[in-house]
């Protein structure tokens, strides 16, 4: 019975022991746990899900969601981009990445401004656009052939600059970013819709006359109704336009579906039956555009581009108004940094003179007037 005693007392004091001990290590884990708890937290971590890796994958994914932005560039507009970009660098916080896209007579010239200047702090991509793909897309007419600018087809071409993301933002370089542009970018696209566009019957200055042309805000004002491949499409010629200035676009279902590629298709179309209006006043990109997305589209916010201010419809706008804009667009025939265009002054408080002075602004000087 002694020797049976002895065995249960070295039994139950092992045990002892051993519970002393799993105790001490248990105490420790929890406060290594609660360490890395309470230093993840602001990563959004619960205790459950504590791995010893995640706190650094979690940081990484923590980073600002990167909004890729296209916008083209080329020589005799440059200051246009630069304004763009200043505006847009300086009224966000998150995480942009400019996808520039140029000719190669004007890389150097870019580069140099946005390395000497405010905006070398940007992230940014210069892309080099190869006119050879709009060969057979385009029809040139000997009295046009200085309007027809290769860069205003890079927008058709979104997934070759931005390939492996899923969103982006196209926008027209004579545009002021007055808010921050993650807004723009969470757009919300509806399932199977590979774009966003303004509608121009959304737009405050809808149904403006544009000089010979009439009014310009539906499909008969871009489109060739007298055509047969346009009256087989089915297409209301009453059905509202969109601006395609600004684009925010799912790159996803834009290769899925192969907008390119239709894109392409209606430009030889064109080439070879003449399918646009001729009262087509400015984009020749449009009308292509309009075809495939028809009532494909979806909507974006129009303070998101508020528009028309390089015509005179731009005089309409209050002050007001354009302080309470969130994208100003001076699409039409006078730049803010030619000729003197609507409310000029408000995008020149984005503009960042060219320290090579290759490119200055242009003026209407109040001496002429007063020499009269």
Request: net charge positive; charged share 25%; proline share 5%.
């Amino acid at each position: 019975m002694t020797f049976r005693k002895v065995n249960i007392a070295i039994l139950v004091l092992a045990i002892v022991i051993f519970l002393l001990v799993l105790h001490h290590n248990l105490l420790g884990l929890s406060d290594f746990l609660k360490r890395d708890v309470a230093d993840s937290s602001l990563l959004g971590l619960q205790p459950i899900d504590f791995i010893p890796e995640a706190p650094q994958r979690l940081t990484d994914e923590r980073n600002d969601q990167e909004i890729p932005v296209v916008i083209t560039a080329s020589d005799d507009r440059l200051g246009g981009v630069i304004a763009a970009m200043n505006s847009i660098y300086h009224n966000t916080k998150s995480n942009v990445v400019f996808h520039i896209v140029t000719l190669n007579d004007t890389v150097d010239h870019l580069r140099a401004w946005l390395s000497k200047t405010a905006l070398k702090k940007v992230k940014y991509r210069i892309l080099d656009f190869d006119p050879h793909v709009l060969e057979g897309k385009v029809k040139v007419e000997s009295e046009q052939a200085d309007s027809i600018k290769p860069l205003t087809f890079a927008r058709f071409y979104l997934p070759m600059f931005v390939p492996h993301a899923e969103k982006a933002i196209y926008m027209d370089d004579d545009v002021i970013v007055q808010d921050d542009i993650l807004e723009l970018h969470n757009t919300p696209l509806k399932p199977g819709h590979a774009a966003a566009f303004a509608d121009d019957c959304d737009s405050t200055s809808n149904k403006f006359a544009i000089r010979g042309a009439g009014n310009q805000y539906n499909y008969i004002g871009f489109l060739d109704y007298k055509k047969q491949t346009i009256r087989k499409l089915a297409m209301k010629a009453s059905t509202c336009s969109f601006n395609p200035g600004i684009i925010v676009a799912n790159l996803t279902e834009w290769k899925l579906q192969n907008i390119t590629k239709q894109l392409e298709k209606w430009m030889t179309l064109n080439v070879a039956e003449d399918l646009y209006s001729r009262t087509l006043a400015g984009s020749i990109a449009t009308p292509p555009l309009l075809i495939v997305f028809y009532k494909q589209h979806s909507n974006i916010d129009p303070m998101w581009n508020v528009r028309h201010l390089g015509s005179s419809t731009g005089k309409r706008y209050s002050p007001q108004f354009v302080k309470a804009a969130k994208l100003l667009h001076w699409n039409g025939h006078f730049k803010p940094w030619g000729r003197t265009a609507s409310y000029a002054d408000v995008w020149e408080k984005w503009y960042i003179p060219d320290p090579s002075g290759k490119f200055s602004l242009i003026r209407r000087h109040s001496e002429i007037y007063e020499s009269k």
